[in-house]
T-cell receptor
């Protein structure tokens, strides 16, 4: 596609429910990143995929969070048993996985846990 | 792991020059990037420095000193539309390309 696409753009869920957030990276981009951004805060790294390598999951805040990337393209971030502190904007970015390259961000999914 | 430090807020007058500093600690350093994010928007790429020195792109310039683990973003001829958050980010890793962001600097441009 023309850019990184994320869906849904907004999600309101009840505490304790599971949610899935989707990211469609730019075609050909082998690197895919997930970040979380609370209101007025910085970008908190969650997970990084590069090609067929094992993902870097070091940023996942708890075992309720998981992510997968199928076929080296689309990625899904799953949050189980959501808590109110999970409320944030979840941003996905992709890049060509080499030096001197930029990451392109999607518009994010705004998650609200009520 | 990686860590980056940048000021949380900066205020500057329209037409002036402002410098946003960033210091970092990382291993396997490739380069330092800067991203701009307007309220409610997605971060967008501004610049990337892999080598020491100053890179200029229009009104924006970015500087890197690898020996000092330090960089800055320089914005000249400030315009109201430059009011946004600015993030420095290190690209690092041994064979991977991990992109780690600072907490961001909120720039407010005032008339």
């Amino acid at each position: 596609g023309a850019g990184v696409s994320q869906s849904p753009s907004n999600k309101v869920t009840e505490k304790g429910k599971d949610v899935e957030l989707r990211c469609d990276p730019i075609s050909g981009h082998t690197a895919l990143y997930w970040y979380r951004q609370s209101l007025g805060q910085g970008l908190e790294f969650l997970i990084y995929f590069q090609g067929n390598s094992a993902p870097d999951k070091s940023g996942l805040p708890s075992d309720r969070f998981s992510a997968e990337r199928t076929g080296g393209s689309v990625s899904t971030l799953t949050i189980q048993r959501t808590q109110q502190e999970d409320s944030a904007v979840y941003l996905c970015a992709s890049s060509l996985a080499k030096a001197n390259t930029e990451a392109f961000f999607g518009q994010g999914t705004r998650l609200t846990v009520v | 792991g990686q860590s980056l430090e940048q000021p949380s807020e900066v205020t500057a007058v329209e037409g002036a020059i402002v410098q946003i500093n960033c210091t970092y600690q990382t291993s396997g350093f490739y380069g330092l990037s800067w991203y701009q994010q307007h309220d409610g928007g997605a971060p967008t790429f501004l610049s990337y420095n892999a080598l020491d020195g100053l890179e200029e792109t229009g009104r924006f310039s970015s500087f890197l000193s690898r020996s000092d683990s330090y960089g800055y973003l320089l914005l000249q001829e400030l315009q109201m539309k430059d009011s946004a958050s600015y993030f420095c980010a290190v690209l690092s890793g041994a064979g991977s390309y991990q992109l780690t962001f600072g907490k961001g600097t909120k720039l407010s441009v005032i008339p």
